[in-house]
């Protein structure tokens, strides 16, 4: 018996519309990684970009749990000494959100090539209008 190994020039790729309005952010993005890795299908192999295209909409209205809105930072550091930049996610989700749900996204990939291909099957817009209209997206719903 062999195992299947599944070619990169052999997959289907499907597109799916996530509506992000009211959900929690490390559950959305933990799930939307799965679906851009492909782990959500039969023939999910580690090695190849088996995943499927991801359009997340209304951003804006994510949710962070308990005080994570006041109290978490977000920092960014251009390594010269004394340039750490921090600002808190109440500020980042007003302004970035889609940044945001962007990052937590990206973090869950894996850190290499292959995660780079993956992150580029991701489109985030703040609002509810999407540019993808003509790949007809199949709207999904994620599992709490």
């Not at 939307?32 to 299908?41: F, H, P, Q, T």
């Not at 109290?71 to 600002?87: T, V």
Request: charged share 25%; hydrophobic share 40%.
């Amino acid at each position: 018996m062999k195992s299947f190994m599944a070619k990169p020039q052999e997959l289907k790729r499907n597109w799916f519309l996530v509506d992000a309005d009211g959900m929690v952010l490390g559950r959305l993005a933990s799930q939307v990684a799965s679906i851009l890795r492909g782990k959500n299908k039969p023939e999910f192999t580690p090695n190849v970009d088996t995943g499927d295209y991801v359009v997340i909409i209304n951003t804006d209205k994510v949710v962070l749990t308990g005080d994570k809105l006041h109290q978490k930072l977000f920092r960014r550091h251009s390594g010269k000494p004394g340039n750490l930049k921090e600002i808190s996610y109440e500020k980042l989700m007003a302004t970035r959100s889609d940044f945001v749900v962007y990052t937590a996204i990206k973090g869950m990939l894996p850190k290499n090539s292959l995660g780079a291909a993956m992150l580029k099957k991701l489109r985030v817009y703040k609002g509810s209008e999407h540019e993808q209209k003509a790949q007809q997206p199949v709207s999904i719903v994620l599992g709490e």
